[in-house]
T-cell receptor, first 110, second 117 residues
Framework: QKEVEQNSGPLSVPEGAIASLNCTYS??????FFWYRQYSGKSPELIMS????GDKEDGRFTAQLNKASQYVSLLIRDSQPSDSATYLC??????????FGTGTRLLVSP | GAVVSQHPSWVICKSGTSVKIECRSL??????MFWYRQFPKQSLMLMAT?????????EQGVEKDKFLINHASLTLSTLTVTSAHPEDSSFYIC?????????????FGPGTRLTVL
């Protein structure tokens, strides 16, 4: 089992809809979780970090963490074509290293 | 805040030459920096972790004599690809771990695209 699993997609949503991206992880002791956005040919950009169970909102983005079920999700409200990118889920593992999922490609159509 | 720069953004070199890539944390001190490599349509691959003033820790399968990492200060780390070959052509991205309002988060540089002819 991979440490961090994501559906590779693509996840296609129409403009204005809610995009829901999911991630599961295997290390029950993980405490720190991150969502990065990566546009094609660019480096990852940190969108959200979450450390406690529940929801964390920042603008159109909401991160949700459920440690008991070992999943973390990212909701993007009012999706825009500019949100089209690959979204990487990451957890902080040993020696402070981030463990990344393979990413979910999101396509937002006008 | 939390800006990480990389230089150069792209480089083309001949096979057998060495290339140095610089990574700087511009507005915070980074005790730990990470170097990643990413091939087209693949995920990030961690190459090594460097802590200021100490030797880098390389991931399994990464040749430390080929990829020289120096982390001489809290704001600068360098990656030197020695005797580069075409198979080393890739997107190299550094990342710096810094304190963001009390929580340590990892911020990425814009990346360096290396093409070895």
């Amino acid at each position: 089992q991979k440490e961090v699993e994501q559906n590779s997609g693509p996840l296609s949503v129409p403009e204005g809809a809610i995009a829901s991206l999911n991630c599961t992880y295997s290390d029950r002791g993980s405490q720190s979780f991150f969502w990065y956005r990566q546009y094609s040919g660019k480096s990852p950009e940190l969108i959200m970090s979450i450390y406690s169970n529940g929801d964390k909102e920042d603008g159109r983005f909401t991160a949700q963490l459920n440690k008991a079920s070992q999943y973390v999700s990212l909701l993007i409200r009012d999706s825009q074509p500019s949100d089209s990118a690959t979204y990487l889920c990451a957890i902080r593992g040993g020696f402070q290293k981030l463990v990344f999922g393979t990413g979910t490609r999101l396509l937002v159509s006008p | 805040g939390a800006v990480v720069s990389q230089h150069p953004s792209w480089v083309i070199c001949k096979s057998g030459t060495s290339v140095k890539i610089e990574c700087r944390s511009l507005d915070f001190q980074a005790t730990t920096m990470f170097w990643y490599r990413q091939f087209p349509k693949q995920s990030l691959m961690l190459m090594a972790t460097s802590n200021e003033g100490s030797k880098a820790t390389y991931e399994q399968g990464v040749e430390k004599d080929k990829f020289l990492i120096n982390h001489a200060s809290l704001t600068l780390s360098t990656l030197t690809v020695t005797s580069a070959h075409p198979e080393d052509s890739s997107f190299y991205i550094c990342s710096a771990r810094g304190d963001s309002g009390g929580a340590y988060e990892q911020f990425f540089g814009p990346g360096t695209r290396l093409t070895v002819l």
